[in-house]
């Protein structure tokens, strides 16, 4: 007998039907489940198609664009476009924000289409990274609830593909954070919702060791009284970091950047962005349980974003530890 699994298209029916949702939002998704498949293909075959290199241009944040950086890009607004429903786009590799289908559209798409680019060169693996907003479909209310810049409490889902390994992580408003694993035909199956662990004897830690010394102080204090007490992980890619968070549980940190020797290397607000890198992972780790927050001790999800492309700390785990490294940042 064939042992077949839940679809996560089936996943979705059932979740858009049980919450009394529209069929729109399936739309979307099937779009963006294409379009990771796509980049898939691509990075697989990266090293031997010469696709795993630079560009030869470089981008809005003053790093070097990757030949793979591009093609991702371009895939996730192909598909994102073909759904009709989407308002803009944001992504990482466009200074601009992306026009769609202004009038009829109903969702604000964030998105990283291939995170941690120090992978890329070795084919190692990367994140497609995703939140979504909905427009305000109550035509009474004018103003910022029809506006991109949303904070991440707004999101209506994330989710991250860690490229390219057939994992897929997403989570919906209330409704948790879920799991899938492509099966022998690419197909997205088996849910399983993800919370993060209460036996701290399985956590781990995760941030760039080789920064500690830039780091603020209160960070360099804690991390020195805290770090034997567990394991440490660190693969450079936020997706590949946050999938082993998940079910591990711990934290992963990437602190403001205050005491470089190089002080034009500083990123007092930090490195990692705010819509599309730090709102997704830590919008998933809330609905698994867990919590984030920026270098002030507040919570990722209710900064307000003044620009797409806003830049923030981020520290995002277990709860306790959370709540730890909060009070230490808020002191
Ligand atoms: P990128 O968007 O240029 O790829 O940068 C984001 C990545 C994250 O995936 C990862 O967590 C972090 O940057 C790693 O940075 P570092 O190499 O400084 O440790
Ligand atoms: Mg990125």
Same mark, same amino acid.
């Given at each position: 007998?064939?042992?077949?699994?839940? %679809?996560?298209?089936?996943?979705?029916?059932?979740?858009?039907?049980?919450?009394?949702?529209?069929?729109?939002?399936?739309?979307? !998704?099937?779009?963006?489940? *294409?379009?990771?498949?796509?980049?898939?293909?691509?990075?697989?075959?990266?090293?031997?198609?010469?696709?795993?290199?630079? *560009?030869?241009?470089?981008?809005?944040?003053?790093?070097?664009?990757?030949?793979?950086?591009?093609?991702? $890009?371009?895939?996730?607004? $192909?598909?994102?476009?073909?759904?009709? /429903?989407?308002?803009?786009?944001?992504?990482?590799?466009?200074?601009?924000?992306?026009?769609?289908?202004?009038?009829?559209?109903?969702?604000?798409?964030?998105?990283?289409?291939?995170?941690? &680019? &120090?992978?890329?060169?070795?084919?190692?693996?990367?994140? @497609?990274?995703?939140?979504?907003?909905?427009?305000?479909?109550?035509?009474?209310?004018? =103003?910022?609830?029809?506006?991109?810049?949303?904070?991440?409490?707004?999101?209506?889902? %994330?989710?991250?593909?860690?490229?390219?390994?057939?994992?897929?992580?997403?989570?919906?408003?209330?409704?948790?954070?879920?799991?899938? $694993?492509?099966?022998? %035909?690419?197909?997205?199956?088996?849910?399983?919702?993800? !919370?993060?662990?209460?036996?701290?004897?399985?956590?781990?830690?995760?941030?760039?060791?080789?920064?500690?010394?830039?780091?603020?102080?209160?960070?360099?204090?804690?991390?020195?009284?805290?770090?034997?007490?567990? %394991? @440490? /992980?660190?693969?450079?890619? +936020?997706?590949?970091?946050?999938?082993?968070?998940?079910?591990?549980?711990?934290?992963?940190?990437?602190?403001?950047?205050?005491?470089?020797?190089?002080?034009?290397?500083?990123?007092?607000? =930090?490195?990692?962005?705010?819509?599309?890198? *730090?709102?997704?992972?830590? @919008?998933?780790?809330?609905?698994?349980?867990?919590?984030?927050?920026?270098?002030?001790?507040?919570?990722?999800?209710?900064?307000?974003?003044?620009? $797409?492309?806003?830049?923030?700390?981020?520290?995002?785990?277990?709860?306790? +530890?959370?709540?730890?490294?909060?009070?230490?940042?808020?002191?």
């Amino acid at each position: 007998m064939i042992q077949f699994e839940q %679809t996560f298209r089936n996943f979705l029916l059932r979740h858009q039907e049980k919450y009394n949702r529209s069929y729109h939002f399936l739309i979307l !998704m099937y779009a963006i489940i *294409a379009a990771a498949q796509r980049i898939e293909l691509y990075y697989r075959t990266g090293a031997l198609k010469d696709n795993l290199g630079v *560009a030869g241009s470089i981008n809005i944040h003053g790093e070097n664009v990757l030949r793979m950086d591009q093609i991702a $890009h371009e895939i996730v607004i $192909h598909y994102l476009n073909s759904t009709e /429903r989407v308002i803009q786009a944001v992504s990482e590799e466009t200074d601009d924000i992306i026009d769609m289908n202004r009038d009829g559209g109903r969702y604000f798409l964030y998105f990283d289409p291939l995170d941690g &680019s &120090s992978n890329v060169a070795h084919g190692l693996p990367v994140g @497609f990274m995703f939140g979504i907003a909905k427009r305000n479909l109550d035509g009474n209310i004018q =103003g910022p609830e029809d506006f991109h810049l949303r904070s991440g409490r707004e999101y209506i889902a %994330t989710g991250m593909f860690v490229i390219p390994t057939g994992m897929f992580t997403l989570a919906l408003r209330e409704a948790g954070c879920w799991r899938f $694993h492509a099966d022998e %035909t690419n197909t997205y199956v088996k849910p399983s919702r993800m !919370m993060l662990p209460e036996d701290s004897r399985k956590w781990e830690l995760s941030y760039n060791a080789g920064n500690i010394y830039t780091f603020g102080e209160k960070i360099q204090k804690w991390i020195n009284i805290n770090e034997k007490k567990y %394991t @440490f /992980r660190y693969l450079g890619a +936020l997706a590949g970091d946050f999938h082993r968070l998940l079910l591990n549980g711990g934290m992963f940190m990437y602190p403001a950047i205050v005491n470089h020797p190089d002080p034009e290397k500083n990123r007092p607000q =930090g490195k990692l962005r705010l819509m599309y890198e *730090a709102n997704v992972v830590a @919008f998933m780790c809330t609905e698994a349980g867990g919590d984030a927050v920026d270098e002030t001790g507040t919570p990722i999800l209710d900064l307000p974003p003044e620009k $797409h492309h806003q830049r923030t700390a981020l520290y995002v785990g277990s709860k306790p +530890l959370i709540d730890d490294i909060a009070k230490v940042l808020r002191k």
